[in-house]
């Protein structure tokens, strides 16, 4: 592939190794659990990336390979101990799974799969900011955003968003790296990473009151240096279109406008789709298309283009494919010519409009702008 037409492709990250990531099963006999697939597990993720190599789409992407993490680079935003545990556990195949924090459980090996997921988030923000490609989808697994700095959480191990923004102000050098998290779940592990760092803005669109509990309100909003650099957006349960394209329209591209990052990084989650079993919101795959067009448009006016998605939840496995597809669509400008066959029925649904109540939360994370900017003059002004 020429220079020029690389510089132009979105790079698509992917690896045989993600979909072997094993959580387990939930079961408990004393509560009467049948033996029952995990949430996360490697379908929702394998539908996607077989949707994207059926529709021909894959071939006109350009595919990274990952590697590994080092420990090094895992230790810029994990405890060492913590990654040395994970290590040891990942070693120890006396049991069929290990526990590393709520709801974070991994098979024997798992700690090879996590550091490929968390070291492919680094191979995406490189290719980016080598000109390689354009920008870059990494559909990695298992997911990173609730991992905390010493305990695994929700479902992930390694925070991969985090390690890709360290990476990128460590090693790289840029100045601002801007994270925005459309995952249903607040990213609690990705804002504590930061949330006294002013050299990330992150910004995190949610369900209220789902998981974690008692997280992602709006008033955590940056602690020290860094107040003002975090920006929630606790949407209410029923959330559709309107609540989103508001939040996005008034909250989310005002803040990216005023914080001018050098990259903008996206913990990209599905779980806010209507067919999602872990939330209570009503997103069709347009609206994902739309998020995340919107956001590669704020790229290109703001840092040369430079953007990173990395895939987080979203546990539909008929409807995650095609949400993703949408969002990946968006990002290369390339269409695959796949229909979703629900759009309709998801888009006539009453309540997609704004409703008062959601209209409340996101005037309320508005009003917080003027933290930003009074931050972002305090960093340095516009660059």
Not at 113 to 122: D, N, S, T, V
Request: hydrophobic letters at 40%.
């Amino acid at each position: 592939m020429a220079a020029s037409q690389a510089a132009s492709t979105t790079g698509y990250l992917y690896h045989e190794a993600y979909f072997w990531h094993n959580a387990g099963h939930i079961q408990n006999f004393g509560q009467r659990i049948e033996a029952w697939r995990h949430w996360e597990n490697p379908e929702t993720k394998r539908r996607f990336h077989n949707l994207v190599s059926i529709s021909g789409l894959i071939d006109k992407l350009q595919h990274l390979k990952p590697r590994p993490a080092t420990d090094a680079e895992l230790a810029r935003i994990h405890d060492p101990d913590y990654i040395a545990k994970v290590k040891q556990m990942s070693a120890d195949d006396s049991k069929g799974h290990h526990t590393v924090g709520d709801v974070a459980t991994f098979a024997p090996g798992g700690y090879d799969i996590a550091a490929l997921a968390a070291g492919g988030a680094i191979v995406a923000v490189d290719a980016v900011l080598d000109g390689g490609v354009r920008n870059a989808y990494a559909l990695v697994r298992p997911p990173g955003h609730h991992a905390e700095r010493s305990e695994g959480m929700g479902f992930c191990v390694f925070n991969n968003v985090a390690v890709a923004a360290a990476h990128a102000l460590g090693p790289r050098g840029l100045g601002r790296v801007a994270i925005v998290d459309f995952d249903v779940h607040h990213g609690n592990g990705t804002q504590h990473a930061f949330e006294s760092d002013p050299r990330v803005l992150f910004i995190s669109v949610h369900q209220d009151s789902n998981y974690p509990l008692r997280s992602g309100y709006v008033h955590e909003n940056g602690t020290g240096p860094g107040e003002g650099t975090t920006l929630n957006v606790p949407l209410p349960p029923g959330s559709g279109s309107g609540a989103y394209r508001a939040t996005f329209e008034r909250v989310v591209i005002p803040a990216l406008e005023a914080y001018k990052p050098d990259m903008i990084l996206v913990s990209a989650g599905y779980d806010a789709s209507y067919m999602d079993m872990l939330a209570a919101m009503i997103l069709s795959s347009a609206d994902f298309g739309w998020m995340m067009g919107q956001l590669v448009a704020a790229a290109e006016r703001l840092c040369g283009g430079r953007l990173v998605a990395l895939h987080e939840g979203g546990y539909s496995e008929l409807y995650v494919p095609f949400c993703a597809m949408s969002a990946l669509e968006s990002m290369s400008g390339q269409s695959s010519g796949v229909k979703d066959p629900w759009l309709h029925e998801v888009q006539s649904w009453g309540y997609q409009e704004l409703q008062a109540h959601q209209e409340a939360v996101v005037a309320k994370a508005e009003a917080l702008l003027p933290r930003l900017g009074a931050a972002v003059a305090a960093l340095g002004g516009a660059q």
